[in-house]
């Protein structure tokens, strides 16, 4: 019998980054959460933002406990998740194709105008974080808000003892692994037409970035 995972760094981070989430997602329809993980975070916001319909993917392998957060929490805003990985071969895309993608009912627009992801850009090796947006444009709404949460070096230096310790420890896990500088990783954001919005210093050194999809009107 599977186990329901659990995840101890999900109880601690998810009322920070559900306040960060309510500000910026308080207007979307349609998330997508790439890389799901466990499942708690999609329960948790989910319940708490429920204009929200929460669409959680990951690996295979992780799809099985992701189902049984949701089975249990038995939200009606929280559809049957799929797998999806960033692939960087031969050319850059999310597999397996293809991905589902909603149709807003209200507006006619497809895609989804919200997408979250925590803890994500360090597991993945740097081809599969470029990878990774790359393809996102495909899966995107014109007007689309992009969150993703987790450890970002700033200007090639790590923001604490406590992340380059964290670094050590991916290193030794998976050598592609490792914290990801966050202008490197704004670059690749920018490339596909989307723009920083905030950058908000969250608990235990982590960040959360945002980004918009299409054209900024200055304040």
Partial sequence: MIEKPHSPSCDRNRDPILDVLRMHFSDRRHVLEI??????????????????????????????????????????????????QAVAEPSPHFAPQPVPVPRDVVNGHAGYDAVFSANT???MGWPEVEAMFASLPTLLADDATVAVYGPFNIDGEFTSESNRQFEGWLKARDPRSGIRDLEAVDALAAAIGLHLVADIPMPANNRMLVWQRGTITPN
């Fill in 121 to 123: 850009l360090h597991i």
């Fill in 35 to 84: 890389g799901s993980g466990t499942g708690q975070h999609a329960v948790h916001f989910a319940a708490e933002m429920p204009w929200l319909t929460w669409q959680c993917s990951d690996g295979e392998a992780y799809l099985p406990g992701v189902r049984m957060w949701l089975d249990e929490a038995a939200l009606p805003n929280t559809p049957v998740p799929f797998a999806l």
